[in-house]
């Protein structure tokens, strides 16, 4: 049956249109400027259909250019693995690690003695030090400090020092951070809830930075409540405070250094880089409005996001030509490449 003129227009007109429409949704948006100017490319990864993303906790990249994701996986999910490996294309490579379904959380890559060692925090079984396939190494469940203590326990994430020795925050817990060495034996904890110099509030993510005179332990703190702005804390190895860092942050949640830069995720809808004296360079793809909105923006999908925007940023790491990778807290997981230019 011969289609009408008017049929065929629409039809044409409906088609164009549509290919404009994907034409602009798949035009690149970037954010920064001067230096600092990234792609913000929310598509990077192909995830295979039998993974289905949960939260997307962690992320690392390797010596080979590698991506590792970190997340909680789905109940729906047909694969339940936690750590999705990614070629420096986006193309899935393997998945492994459905042992913390539901607990992925921290997640760290070093190179120790040449090779390339994973530090995985998982909310309820604690600290993992495994290699890059998934072997494990050694495992704390829990420090022996709390034997006989009354105190909740609930680590999230790791730093690891020049000599291995190795620094897990109770971010969930009971707001200490406690010094193991390279093999795991238990050194020493220190800090705990409160304000004061020294005292570590709702400690979510650190790292060692290594670009000063002295390594410093620096500690991304927040409110529990979540009523005023989050800190940055330098303490010594040793867990001596040293000063409070001026960088303006909101919910500062873990730590990323590549040269003098270093980048933090901020739970509040954005990404800061810092210089070696914590002067903030950019802050990357801002999306806050308010707690509210935001927070009921994560538990969405990812097509009601606005491009160029974040959500929850909650891990960072950089590539080796300067590219970072987020991966955000939100309810169907988000992984974003902010390709450098």
């Known amino acids: 049956m011969p289609l009408s003129r008017r049929y065929f227009i629409s039809s044409l007109t409906a088609a164009t249109l549509a290919v404009h429409l994907t034409a602009a949704e798949l035009e690149p948006v970037i954010v920064g400027s001067g230096a600092f100017r990234y792609r913000f490319n929310d598509h990077w ?37 936690c750590v999705v490996v990614f070629d420096p294309n986006g193309n899935f490579v393997r998945s492994w690690g459905e042992q913390f379904f539901g607990g992925a959380h921290g997640f760290d890559l070093i190179v120790e003695d040449g090779r390339e060692i994973l530090y995985v925090t998982d ?11 998934g072997q494990p190494l050694w495992h704390v ?18 730093a690891v020092a020049p000599d291995g020795d190795v620094y897990l925050s109770d971010g ?12 795991g034996r238990y050194v020493r904890t220190f800090g705990g809830p409160g304000e004061a110099a020294g005292q570590t509030q ?47 942050v909101r919910s500062p949640r873990h730590f990323d250094q590549q040269g003098k830069l270093a980048v933090i995720p901020d739970l509040d809808a954005r990404v800061t880089l810092v210089d070696e004296n914590y002067r903030t360079v950019a802050n990357l793809g801002d999306g806050w409005t308010n707690k509210t909105e935001v927070r009921t923006l994560r538990t969405k999908t990812s097509d009601q996001f606005t491009p160029g925007k974040f959500v929850c940023p909650h891990d960072a790491a950089f590539a080796a030509d300067g590219s970072i990778f987020i991966a955000e807290w939100v309810a169907y997981g988000r992984l974003v490449k902010l390709e450098k230019i």
């Open 45 to 81: 990864a192909k995830l295979p259909p039998q993974i289905k993303w949960g939260l997307t906790h962690g992320v690392v990249v390797d010596q080979r250019g590698f991506v590792h994701v970190f997340h909680t996986s789905r109940a729906d999910s047909p694969s339940k693995d």
């Open 202 to 248: 709702h400690p979510h993510g650190l790292f060692v930075d290594r670009r000063g005179s002295e390594p410093l332990l620096v500690i991304g703190e927040n409110d529990p409540k979540g009523e005023k702005p989050g800190r940055l804390q330098a303490l010594s190895l040793d867990g001596e405070h040293r000063r409070f860092l001026p960088t303006p």
């Open 172 to 183: 969930y817990g009971s707001y200490y951070i406690h010094h193991f060495r390279r093999d």
């Open 123 to 133: 909310l309820q079984k604690g600290l993992f030090k495994m290699t890059l396939d």
């Open 141 to 158: 469940a829990k420090p022996d400090w709390y034997a006989g203590k009354d105190l909740k326990y609930r680590p999230s994430n790791v």
